[in-house]
């Protein structure tokens, strides 16, 4: 059996008295796609910034091609976030910088690659996901939401990460926009060979670009399985959350 | 004991900010960058305070000479007061208040719509990025600043003794010179270059630190300004108590 690409064991976060994660569990093979799902406050975001190292867990081993980065930090990390793309909710777009400049950010900064050639790659990413070489120098203010994804998700592949993290991708979106983003993500993720992590509350979405589905409840991995499977799952919180139903065991949390 | 939270991770991110300054990569466009906002645009609202509190203190001198006979002394006390005083705090509060705030906001909007956690996923450090480059530039900007606000302030006194409370030109500028020592200036200017540290670090740590969304963004600004005044204040004091310790 390969190494898996990334491997949380019993991660705890808590935030002072509130414990969001509570042991989670879960295991991502190479060049697969997992989603994770679950309800708004269930710690789905709280899941990804602790293995990107924004947040750090109170406890739990976070693994990355075998290697331990609980706790690293300095070069070390900036050395393991090569590895990684990421397209944020809001698209969290440089509003300072211009599209084209947002794309190339990480080779610039991160990688010291020259601007010119920078540029030249970034308008190549803005081609993969649809979009022209005039809106390279457009300011992100002056795009809509779902251009704002679209350069979001330029800026995430650009680099041609390992592994691409989508929080969120298409809340916000109409269905149609929702759909085109739906689509470049399967079309960019199998493009770059990538191994994608994405939280989604949004079922269609989840559908179309998973081949797993894990589902967080109460801080834990409380099922997962083969998108195929999940219709099938006989786990009543699953049920309840797949078909979006008001009755059931799942309690909503008032807080975030 | 919020206090004292807060003064740990306040010396947290300072030990932070002082470690990412002496290491690569430094981002030299983004300082100049920096100091065209931070520097060259505060020249106006610097100098015209500058102006108004020399002739102030021209003004007030004279009016309080006057009470027994030493109006005379109105070019020395302001170049001195000028120069060791006034040219570096009222440079620093306004500074405070242009800079600090837009340091505050500018990083706590970029907090709130995660554009902070951005650049770490683009392996960036945010602290090199977006810290360093605000210190450096306003510890080297405030100094010069306070330079051009000393002698704007001079001139402001100038104006009025001249012009309006009948002293000689030239005998004003010779009393000015002749009294002001080098140590003056350079106090002024050592203090002037640690405000700009403190202005750049609070609005930036208090950037951070913003919580929620736009509530937390205006939060984050009063407290840049509010936290870096009193800190100018306080350090002041603690400086010309050090610098002219005899």
Redesign the interface.
């Known amino acids: 059996m390969s190494t898996p690409k990334i491997q949380l064991i019993g991660v705890k976060k808590r935030f002072g008295a509130k414990v969001v994660l509570d042991g989670v569990d879960l295991t991502i093979e190479p060049r697969s796609s997992l989603v994770i799902i679950g309800g708004s406050g269930t710690g789905k975001s709280v899941t990804i910034k602790s293995i990107l190292g924004i947040l750090r867990p109170d406890e739990g081993t976070i693994l990355v091609d075998g290697e331990d980065i609980t706790h690293i930090n300095g070069g070390a990390r900036d050395k393991v976030m090569e590895k990684f793309g990421m397209l944020f909710q809001g698209g969290a777009l440089f509003d300072s910088l211009p599209v084209w400049e947002n794309v190339a950010f990480g080779l610039i900064q991160g990688r010291g690659m020259g601007r010119k050639q920078a540029r030249d790659i970034a308008i190549q990413k803005l081609a993969k996901v649809g979009l022209t070489e005039d809106v390279a120098f457009l300011s992100p203010a002056e795009l809509s939401g779902g251009m704002q994804k679209r350069v979001g998700l330029a800026r995430a592949i650009a680099a041609d990460p390992e592994i691409i993290f989508f929080d969120e991708p298409t809340t916000g979106l109409d269905p149609i926009m929702a759909d085109i983003i739906n689509h470049l993500i399967v079309s960019t993720v199998k493009d770059v060979g990538a191994t994608a992590l994405s939280i989604t509350h949004d079922m269609v979405s989840a559908r179309k670009i998973s081949d797993k589905i894990a589902m967080l409840y109460g801080g834990k991995i409380i099922w997962q399985g083969p998108t195929g499977e999940i219709d099938n799952s006989g786990n009543p919180y699953v049920e309840q959350f797949i078909h979006g139903r008001a009755e059931g065991p799942i309690k909503m949390a008032v807080k975030a | 004991m919020t206090a004292l939270a807060h003064i740990g991770r306040l010396a947290l991110f300072t030990a932070r900010a002082l470690a990412a300054l002496v290491s690569p ?1 430094i981002y030299t466009r983004l300082i100049l960058g920096q100091m065209m906002r931070i520097g060259y645009y505060s020249l106006p609202v610097v100098g015209l305070t500058a102006f108004f509190t020399g002739g102030v203190l021209a003004l007030q001198i004279y009016l309080g000479g006057n009470r027994f006979g030493a109006e005379s002394i109105v070019p020395q006390v302001v170049v001195l007061a000028v120069t060791r005083e006034l040219g570096p705090v009222i440079a620093g509060l306004m500074i405070a208040g242009r800079v600090g705030a837009a340091i505050a906001a500018e990083i706590g909007t ?1 907090k709130v ?3 902070i ?2 650049l ?6 945010p602290t090199k ?1 977006l810290v360093v480059p605000r210190i450096v530039a306003a510890v080297i900007c405030m100094p010069i600043l306070t330079a051009i606000g000393d002698s704007i302030g001079v001139l402001g006194g100038y104006v009025v003794s001249v012009y309006n409370l009948g002293f000689t030109g030239s005998v004003y500028l010779k009393n000015t010179v002749d009294f002001a020592h080098s140590d003056d200036i350079t106090s002024g200017l050592i203090k002037a270059a640690v405000f700009g540290f403190i202005v750049a670090l609070l609005g930036c740590y208090n950037g951070f630190n913003s919580k929620g969304g736009a509530q937390g963004v205006g939060n984050a600004t009063t407290n840049a300004v509010v936290s870096s005044s009193i800190l100018i204040l306080a350090a002041d004091y603690v400086l010309t108590a050090l610098l002219f310790h005899k």
């Open positions: 990569p970029m719509t995660e554009q956690d951005a770490t996923t683009l392996a960036t450090n990025y």
